[in-house]
């Protein structure tokens, strides 16, 4: 009878021994956060995740096609294609990507194959250009002048770019929380004091 007692009255802890003092800060300080001085610190700490997700990525690509640009210099087997249409144009209305179709020993291939602004992008259907591709996977496949990995440079510029800004957005994340946490106990000690004396 007595240990029940001990256990239903255990303020620290709860019924079940949860730890409510911990849990209500928790919940305060997550009340704290949702006003307006820390608005800044959320803008800021959203353009840092933002940034980094988007460098993250673009250098994620860049790094996977390198590596497949490296593999079919290594071991890709090339051969010439025949364009079927224009998969893509530029702005200015230039080809810059091809539907095309070659033969392997495993059979014909149709694929979208990037040109660039290089000299194949006046290639007209019919017309032949060299593709490199993957004798294991033979949907690998490239435009030869796509080889040298420059079309890639402008992936690992943005990554840079977006991780520079997402440098900028931590370093304001940082100093923004100094001056909204400085705020909040400013506020805290002007506080005027509502207590009842002697209650």
Same mark, same amino acid.
């Given at each position: 009878?007595?240990?029940?007692?001990?256990?239903?009255?255990?303020?620290?802890?709860?019924?079940?021994?949860?730890?409510?003092?911990?849990?209500?800060?928790?919940?305060?300080?997550?009340?704290?956060?949702?006003?307006?001085?820390?608005?800044?610190?959320?803008? /800021?700490? =959203?353009?840092?995740?933002?940034?980094?997700?988007?460098?993250?990525?673009?250098?994620? /690509?860049?790094?996977?096609?390198?590596?497949?640009?490296?593999?079919?210099?290594?071991?890709?087997?090339?051969?010439?294609? =025949?364009?079927?249409?224009? %998969?893509?144009?530029?702005?200015?209305?230039?080809?810059? %990507?091809? /539907?095309?179709? !070659? %033969? =392997?020993?495993?059979?014909?291939?149709?694929?979208?194959?990037?040109?660039?602004?290089?000299?194949?992008?006046?290639?007209?259907?019919?017309?032949?250009?060299?593709? *490199?591709?993957?004798?294991?996977?033979?949907?690998?496949?490239?435009?030869?002048?796509?080889?040298?990995?420059?079309? /890639?440079?402008?992936?690992?510029?943005?990554?840079? *770019?977006?991780?520079?800004?997402?440098?900028? !957005?931590?370093?304001?994340? *940082?100093?923004?929380?100094?001056?909204?946490?400085?705020? =909040?106990?400013?506020?805290?000690?002007?506080?005027?004091?509502?207590?009842?004396?002697?209650?």
């Amino acid at each position: 009878m007595d240990e029940r007692r001990s256990v239903q009255g255990d303020d620290s802890g709860g019924r079940f021994g949860a730890p409510v003092p911990r849990l209500r800060a928790g919940l305060a300080a997550a009340s704290v956060l949702r006003t307006p001085r820390w608005a800044r610190v959320r803008l /800021t700490a =959203t353009g840092f995740l933002l940034f980094g997700a988007v460098a993250g990525y673009l250098g994620w /690509t860049a790094a996977q096609e390198d590596q497949t640009l490296q593999d079919l210099r290594a071991h890709g087997q090339r051969t010439e294609a =025949t364009v079927v249409e224009v %998969a893509g144009r530029s702005e200015e209305g230039w080809a810059i %990507a091809f /539907t095309v179709r !070659f %033969a =392997t020993p495993s059979g014909g291939v149709r694929a979208v194959v990037d040109v660039g602004d290089g000299s194949e992008s006046d290639a007209k259907p019919g017309a032949r250009i060299p593709v *490199v591709y993957d004798p294991s996977n033979s949907a690998e496949v490239r435009y030869v002048g796509q080889l040298d990995g420059h079309e /890639t440079d402008g992936i690992r510029q943005g990554s840079g *770019v977006s991780g520079l800004l997402a440098a900028g !957005f931590l370093v304001g994340t *940082v100093v923004e929380v100094r001056r909204a946490r400085q705020r =909040t106990e400013e506020g805290e000690g002007e506080r005027p004091d509502t207590g009842h004396p002697g209650v």
